[in-house]
């Protein structure tokens, strides 16, 4: 059964207080991996997408990076603006589906402080 | 980006009754999704339509139905509403090809009470 799984849950930082968030995955063949911010009210928002080992995303102070197992979501000198919660998300490989079906992950509830 | 309106954005309702929640997208995609998201439990998928003709449930489609009036329009039904599917309810549209993810509305704050 595929699985994803996000830590920690919550996350405390101060403003310009480096951190990374972890998405580890059990899935038969990952087609994609999926970074989404959510805000309080909104619906989940984009930021990137990795597909393979090895690959790396950066917008801002965020950078996203592929393993095997896991990826991680490193944010670099956080501002308050960058508190929200960050999903991870996976579409498994599968010859019957497409990049349709996602696994989504419970969350990390980043909140910076000043 | 995709254009999602989702109505309405906040229901309260008593057990028992039948609801309706509505999407609508401008950007032209295929391919429509309704996920449900409980504290802790992260989105699950309820029911995707891949086109007009093409519905299939999800994971946790008992107790839902879903219509698909036209490529445009995708709606989520609770035919009898249980205070369990209180929940965060989204929609999305988009996944048809490599590098197109999928892109959501704001949500429906749904309680049953």
């Known amino acids: 059964e595929d699985q994803v799984t996000q830590s920690p849950e919550a996350l405390r930082l101060q403003e310009g207080e480096s951190s990374s968030l972890n998405c580890s995955y059990t899935v038969s063949g990952l087609r994609g991996l999926f970074w989404y911010r959510q805000d309080p009210g909104k619906g989940p928002e984009f930021l990137f997408t990795l597909y393979s080992a090895g690959e790396e995303k950066e917008k801002e102070r965020l950078k996203a990076t592929l393993t095997k197992k896991e990826s991680f979501l490193h944010i670099t000198a956080p501002k308050p603006e960058d508190s929200a919660t960050y999903l991870c998300a996976v579409s498994p490989l599968r010859a019957t589906d497409s990049w349709g079906k996602l696994q989504f992950g419970a969350g990390t509830q980043v909140v910076v402080t000043p | 980006d995709a254009d999602v309106t989702q109505t309405p954005r906040n229901r309260i309702t008593k057990t028992g009754k039948r609801i309706m929640l509505e999407c609508s997208q401008t950007?032209?995609?295929?391919?429509m999704y309704w996920y449900r998201q409980d504290p802790g439990l992260g989105l699950r998928l309820i029911y995707y339509?891949?086109?007009?003709?093409?519905?299939n449930k999800g994971e946790i489609s008992d107790g839902y139905s879903v219509s698909r009036q036209a490529q445009a329009k995708f709606s989520l039904s609770l035919e009898s509403a249980i205070p369990n599917q209180t929940a965060l309810y989204f929609c999305?549209?988009?996944?048809?090809?490599?590098?197109?993810?999928?892109?959501f509305g704001d949500g429906t704050r749904l309680s049953i009470l």
């Open positions: 999305a549209v988009g996944g048809e090809w490599d590098n197109q993810p999928q892109h």
């Open positions: 339509s891949f086109d007009v003709k093409d519905i």
């Open positions: 950007k032209g995609h295929d391919r």
